[in-house]
């Protein structure tokens, strides 16, 4: 069983994190609102997961998370980051998983502004602004490349968490874009990786 010395979280952040599993476990019967089979893995696939996101960004003020789904990992890092007044927005135009992000964030009255609305409309008033920007599980590392370069450019640090094909991922990428990117080891996958990406220009 996970505890919270095993999160390295605060008893009161380990409970709130308890009570997204919780929810998340009751809304899943009706709402979908992550893969069926992930259900039995949630700690690991997607809360842990979520979490190592926090400790490679530490100065962190303002993080912007795109297509956050069910709050992986946005909701997670509101929690985790509210005792050092982590600011955390979540973009997610699905209006059920909309609904359940507002809820946790009412119950756990953590730091999270949900824009229930595409991307493409959110990325360009937070240029200048958001220290952060992460997606998981989203799209490509050229396509997200392409919708945050405006804040990638503007010195936003990019979190891209990637499976087995993240090599592959940034050889695509780099057809189009020049940046510098750090490959990291995820700590709940050995063949996963996250992308710190920074220092993009375009190639035209």
């Known amino acids: 069983m996970t505890t919270a010395s095993d999160l390295n979280v605060s008893r009161e952040t380990f409970e709130k994190l308890e009570l997204l599993e919780r929810e998340l476990r009751r809304w899943q019967a009706i709402k979908n609102l992550v893969g069926p089979a992930t259900l039995t893995q949630i700690w690991d696939r997607h809360i842990v997961d979520s979490l190592q996101l926090l400790d490679l960004a530490p100065d962190a003020g303002t993080w912007l998370d795109l297509g956050s ?69 989203l799209a490509s590392l050229a396509m997200l490349l392409d ?25 695509e990428a780099r057809k189009k874009w020049t940046f510098a990117a750090e490959i990291l080891p995820s700590l709940t996958d050995s063949e996963a990786r996250i992308l710190r990406i920074t220092s993009i220009e375009s190639h035209s």
């Open 69 to 137: 789904g069910a709050g992986f990992p946005g909701l997670v890092l509101a929690i985790a980051g509210a005792e050092r007044g982590l600011n955390v927005h979540l973009v997610e135009s699905n209006s059920r998983k909309c609904a359940f992000l507002r809820h946790i964030a009412r119950l756990t009255g953590v730091s999270a502004t949900i824009h229930e609305t595409r991307l493409e409309t959110v990325v360009p008033t937070f240029v200048g602004k958001a220290d952060v920007v992460s997606a998981r599980a």
């Open 147 to 171: 919708w945050t370069a405006p804040l990638l450019k503007a010195g936003t640090i990019g979190l891209f968490p990637k499976g087995r094909d993240a090599e592959t991922e940034l050889t």
